[in-house]
């Protein structure tokens, strides 16, 4: 079944500072496999990028009164996964992560601060990827955000492997179309061609 159509983005943080539920999951639903494949990206742990999304999205809930318009829905979550983040890769158990990931790269702040501009560019993306037809935006979903082999994208949607590369293809070309006239574009280029490299996994 297709998804509802999406509301408009300051109605659903007015509806959200107002206590309203449906607006709550309108957000998490859109951004919740955003901020966990963000967390994963840094954390490199999905069971942990998972906690730490659950964590922000209730966090956003406790301080939904303090929102004002959408903008700032978004800076609160980019915000309370980066600090999740941290502190999950300061902990004991993640140092050996933490230096992987941060190994010449800088201050821990400034390499996580880009991941969150390349997790803005990922939700470009990901809104654009809301719109294609059911069978594709799963596959996209799987595929992409998931990180599933195709192999397992076949078995979960009953289809064959070649019609799930076919739909991955696709589904690039489409969002390409959809965002060409972006103002990031030169960043969804980026991202676009890095997923196009990995469709046949």
């Known amino acids: 079944m297709d998804k509802p159509a999406l509301l408009p983005d300051d109605d ?19 951004y919740f496999p955003i901020i966990t494949h963000f967390a994963l990206r ?19 809930w406790q301080g939904r009164e303090r929102v004002t318009h959408f903008q700032s829905v978004k800076a609160f979550l980019f915000i309370a996964a980066r600090n999740g983040c941290l502190n999950e890769l300061r902990s004991g158990k993640n140092l050996a992560r933490r230096e992987q990931v941060f190994a010449g790269s800088g201050e821990e702040e400034e390499a996580i601060d880009r ?3 390349r997790a803005e560019v990922w939700a470009e993306i990901w809104r654009a990827a809301d719109q294609l037809p059911g069978k594709m935006r799963e596959v996209f979903r799987l595929g992409f955000v998931e990180g599933l082999p195709n192999r ?20 690039l070309e489409l969002l390409r179309e959809k965002l060409k006239g972006s103002d990031i574009l030169p960043a969804v280029v980026v991202v676009l061609l890095e997923l196009w490299q990995q469709r046949n996994g």
């Open 152 to 171: 397992e994208i076949a078995k979960v949607l009953g289809v064959s492997v070649n019609t799930v590369k076919g739909q991955k293809a696709r589904a």
């Open 115 to 117: 991941e969150i501009i």
């Open 12 to 30: 659903t943080a007015d509806r959200l500072r107002a206590g309203d539920e449906d607006a709550f999951r309108h957000i998490m639903d859109g």
């Open 42 to 60: 840094i954390v490199g742990n999905r069971a942990a990028a998972e906690d730490i999304a659950e964590e922000t999205f209730i966090k956003l």
